[in-house]
């Protein structure tokens, strides 16, 4: 079946620098892919839409200029963390649909990052 | 206004009992999809199940069923033969629309624990 693969699975990093994330989809073409947000004991909260070859879409109250997304390719998608805080620690994980995926197919999500700013 | 309500924070069940997660729905989109995701404690997020607006029956996936109400916009997850690798948090997710890339929103959870 489709996998997405992200990495780090963690990273802790010092308040101020700046964290990449990878996400991949290893077996499918991944025109759109969604990056989530997790805090502890909550829901998944959409961040932002990547688009290959466009700019992101951001939800409302995410800083575009804090959390850079690069949509370069159809297999890759990277999310920046730019000078994090430790307020950014949270678990962020990226999901990918196919090129060919109805609306009933599934978003395919990666194992996810664990991010904790110290 | 909450898209998807999940009323239920935590359950317990009965190793191979049956248990239902609820979640309802709101949207003026009459073309939707319905999710199911488990996420075990690992934190990967994993599919087990779909509901189109305009499909006639129920969905099932081996022993995971969706209780569709369309008037009532619900669409409750029933698990049934409980095991213990079940114990995960349950998400139900919505995407409105058609279109391929259309987001996911998602519930709150439910965090079900299954006792032997």
């Known amino acids: 079946g489709a996998v997405v693969s992200q990495h780090p699975s963690w990273v802790i990093c010092k308040s101020g620098t700046s964290v990449k994330i990878e996400c991949r989809s290893l077996?499918?073409?991944?025109?759109?892919m969604f990056w989530y947000r997790q805090f502890p004991k909550q829901s998944l909260m959409l961040m932002a839409t990547?688009?290959?070859?466009?700019?992101?879409?951001?939800e409302q109250g995410v800083e575009k200029d804090k959390f850079l997304i690069n949509h370069a390719s159809l297999t890759l998608s990277t999310l920046t963390v730019t000078s994090a805080h430790p307020e950014d620690s949270s678990f962020y994980i990226c999901?990918?649909?196919?090129?060919?995926?109805?609306?009933?197919?599934?978003?395919?999500f990666g194992n996810g990052t664990r991010l904790t700013v110290t | 206004a909450q898209k998807i309500t999940q009323t239920q924070p935590g359950m317990f069940v009965q190793e191979k009992e049956a248990v239902t997660l609820d979640c309802t729905y709101d949207t003026s989109d009459p073309s939707y999809g319905l999710f199911w995701y488990k996420q075990p404690s690992s934190g990967e997020m994993i599919f087990l199940i779909y509901q189109g607006s305009y499909d006639q029956q129920n969905a099932t996936e081996g022993r995971y069923s969706l209780n569709f109400q369309k008037a009532r916009k619900s669409a409750n997850l029933v698990i049934s033969a409980s095991q213990l690798g079940d114990s995960a948090m349950y998400f139900c997710a919505m995407r409105e629309g058609l279109a391929a890339g259309n987001k996911l929103t998602f519930g709150g959870g439910t965090r079900v624990l299954v006792k032997p």
């Open positions: 077996d499918f073409q991944a025109t759109t």
């Open positions: 990547s688009n290959e070859g466009s700019k992101a879409t951001y």
């Open positions: 999901s990918a649909r196919g090129q060919t995926g109805g609306n009933n197919s599934p978003l395919h």
